[in-house]
């Protein structure tokens, strides 16, 4: 298979081009979307299917589905409580619709019960760090994301972020859950990186980890940016979440041009075309114009 093909269960994601992940968070208390696809409290899931289905007639390649909020200071969720979000959701996207489902969760049970419902992709902001999930990870034969946050969770991530060089440790971070992971039995190809912003990250560390992203590539694996209407986007702008589309995007088309093969976003439609633009421009450079 060719190093651009990951293999998500049985279906097959080309990172030769960059793909777009549309998020849905079947939340009650997520920082843009949450509730969206409940009732009383009670998930919709002909609802998140309905968002799921036009985020893939909008182009995304990958739908990222949440049960857990990881806002600043969100508290956790029981395992059985994330798995009644997530599982209903997981079987009826799979039923419906041609398109790679990842997980985004820490727990090992949802990671096991997803697998075995379709999902093609788990996606860790704690990088498996819980008890039981490089294990439970491993077992399903899934691609991992492994997110780099500072604290412990997203609770205390933000109180007093603090690095010597934001880049440097973070690099260091990631590689050493990597050999976690190798050491576990996940092949190293089978694994994708995300810097983490806004996960125990000042704006200053935000702006400097993309301006540096390209120092990441030497970890030698594709690279996962998930900026989309976050705090970094309202800080510079003074945007509340539902004006922050302009600023996402910019910040999406400087990491496709650092390098990264997969953008997490809330808005598709109009992160597909930036993006597709973007890639013309580097392919022209190149001298590889279509």
Same mark, same amino acid.
Request: glycine share 10%.
């Given at each position: ?100 489902? +990842?997980?985004? +969760? ?81 092949? #190293? ?8 912003? *806004? ?34 986007? *309202? ?12 600023? +996402? ?11 990264? #093969?997969?953008? #997490? ?26």
């Amino acid at each position: 298979m060719s190093a651009n093909n990951l293999q998500c269960g049985d279906r097959r994601l080309d990172l030769s081009r960059v793909q777009v992940m549309g998020i849905l968070n079947v939340t009650p208390d997520s920082f843009s979307d949450g509730g969206s696809y409940h009732d009383d409290g009670r998930l919709v899931a002909e609802r998140a299917l309905q968002r799921a289905a036009g985020m893939v007639a909008e182009g995304a390649g990958i739908i990222d589905i949440g049960g857990e909020s990881t806002r600043p200071g969100a508290e956790p969720v029981s395992v059985q409580e994330e798995l009644d979000r997530v599982l209903p959701a997981v079987e009826l996207i799979r039923r419906e619709l041609d398109v790679v489902i +990842s997980i985004d +969760s820490s727990t090992p049970e949802v990671f096991t019960e997803a697998a075995a419902l379709g999902a093609g992709l788990l996606n860790d902001v704690r990088a498996l760090a819980r008890d039981g999930a490089v294990a439970a990870a491993a077992a399903t034969g899934l691609p991992v994301c492994l997110m780099h946050m500072q604290g412990n969770t997203p609770a205390d991530m933000q109180l007093a972020p603090h690095y010597d060089d934001v880049v440097q440790e973070v690099s260091a971070f990631l590689s050493q859950r990597i050999g976690a992971c190798v050491a576990a039995g996940i092949p #190293r190809e089978r694994l994708i990186l995300d810097p983490g912003f *806004g996960f125990g990250k000042t704006l200053e560390h935000n702006l400097r980890l993309l301006n540096r992203m390209e120092e990441l590539h030497e970890l030698g694996l594709p690279l996962l940016v998930g900026t989309s209407r976050k705090t970094m986007v *309202g800080q510079v702008l003074d945007r509340p979440v539902d004006q922050r589309l302009h600023g +996402s995007l910019a910040t999406a088309v400087i990491a496709v041009g650092k390098g990264a #093969r997969i953008i #997490r976003v809330h808005d598709v439609a109009a992160t597909v075309d930036a993006v597709r633009m973007t890639e013309a421009v580097l392919r022209e450079a190149k001298g590889d114009v279509e």
